[in-house]
């Protein structure tokens, strides 16, 4: 439960921390996919799925702290996961490479 916790809170962490976290030399692209994450056409999936049922609510549900609720959290927790790195993949993808 605490292990589950702490790690959703870093995932958080760094998901909030991501647009100072571009590489050097490749902060345009990385600028560019990141606004296809958070204001283009993946941002619904990105903020409703991928943060407020992948982070928020597995967060609320170890709070309760039931054994039926930890559960619901880490089948979330692995459903917002999923849809978060496929979001990923497609938005990296989604820019012209020339």
């Not at 490749?26 to 958070?38: G, N, P, W």
């Not at 993946?42 to 407020?52: D, F, K, L, S």
């Not at 049922?53 to 917002?80: C, N, Y």
């Amino acid at each position: 439960r605490i292990e589950l916790g702490i790690a959703l809170a870093a995932h958080l962490a760094f998901l909030l921390a991501e647009p100072w976290m571009a590489p050097s030399r490749r902060e345009a692209e990385y600028h560019r996919v990141s606004a296809l994450l958070t204001r283009g056409p993946y941002a619904t999936r990105h903020w409703v799925v991928g943060v407020c049922f992948g982070i928020l609510a597995p967060l609320a549900f170890l709070w309760l702290g039931t054994e039926d609720a930890m559960a619901m959290a880490g089948a979330l927790a692995l459903a917002g996961l999923w849809v978060e790195e496929d979001i990923f993949v497609r938005a990296g993808q989604a820019l012209p490479i020339s």
